[in-house]
């Protein structure tokens, strides 16, 4: 038997063993609540649809980049264990490798995946305030917005990212 079968059954044996009740489970089949549902709901559209509030700027995220994401990134994002968060000049092509500037489609989306899964030790643990300075700090390193831009849920989505158009948009009734 392998090790995994061994988990597995091992596993399951546990879970028949304390498996409980209906009496136990008093909200089995009772339907979810929006507002519960709601705290983990963090999906961000391109359109800004699901930013929460606050605002962030290039200087405000600096220090919280220094402290907490240039272990892996490397100092002023250049690259270290982890990937560069700038390092290629933006541009509307993957020649050269993937980057902020040119890899992702929407601004609103490199706030989704910093908010998401950084710092990669302790994911969804900045605060919004956080996510939206350390969007800022990399956009400028990536000379997508001006070093005075105040970042926040109306103009994030304005932020045009230079290889957006060249993304392929595949519609459910094409697939």
Same mark, same amino acid.
């Given at each position: 038997m392998s090790m995994r079968n061994w988990a597995i059954g091992i596993a399951l044996g546990a879970g028949i063993a304390g498996?409980?009740?209906?009496?136990?489970?008093?909200n089995l089949g009772k339907p979810i609540d929006p507002k519960d549902i709601a705290p983990?709901?963090?999906?961000?559209?391109?359109?800004?649809?699901g930013l929460p509030p606050g605002t962030g700027t290039p200087a405000? /995220?600096?220090?919280?980049? =220094?402290?907490?994401?240039?272990?892996?990134h490397g100092e002023n994002g250049k690259g270290g264990i @982890?990937? !560069?968060?700038?390092?290629?000049?933006?541009?509307?092509?993957?020649? /050269?490798?993937?980057?902020? =500037?040119?890899?992702?489609?929407y601004a609103?989306?490199?706030?989704?995946?910093?908010?998401? @899964?950084? !710092?990669?030790?302790k994911?969804?643990?900045?605060?919004?305030?956080?996510?939206?300075?350390?969007t800022a700090y990399v956009l400028r390193l990536n000379n997508l917005i001006g070093e005075n831009d105040v970042i926040d849920a109306k103009t994030l989505?304005?932020?045009?990212?230079?290889?957006?158009?060249?993304?392929?948009?595949?519609f459910p009734e094409r697939i």
């Open positions: 498996a409980a009740t209906a009496a136990d489970l008093p983990w709901d963090i999906s961000i559209m391109p359109d800004g649809t405000q /995220g600096a220090p919280i980049f =220094a402290q907490k994401c240039a272990m892996c @982890a990937a !560069p968060v700038t390092n290629y000049a933006p541009k509307a092509s993957l020649d /050269g490798g993937k980057s902020i =500037a040119n890899f992702w489609p609103t989306t490199v706030f989704d995946f910093i908010r998401r @899964a950084m !710092p990669y030790n994911p969804h643990s900045l605060t919004d305030q956080e996510v939206y300075a350390l989505p304005k932020v045009k990212m230079p290889n957006r158009d060249n993304f392929i948009i595949r």
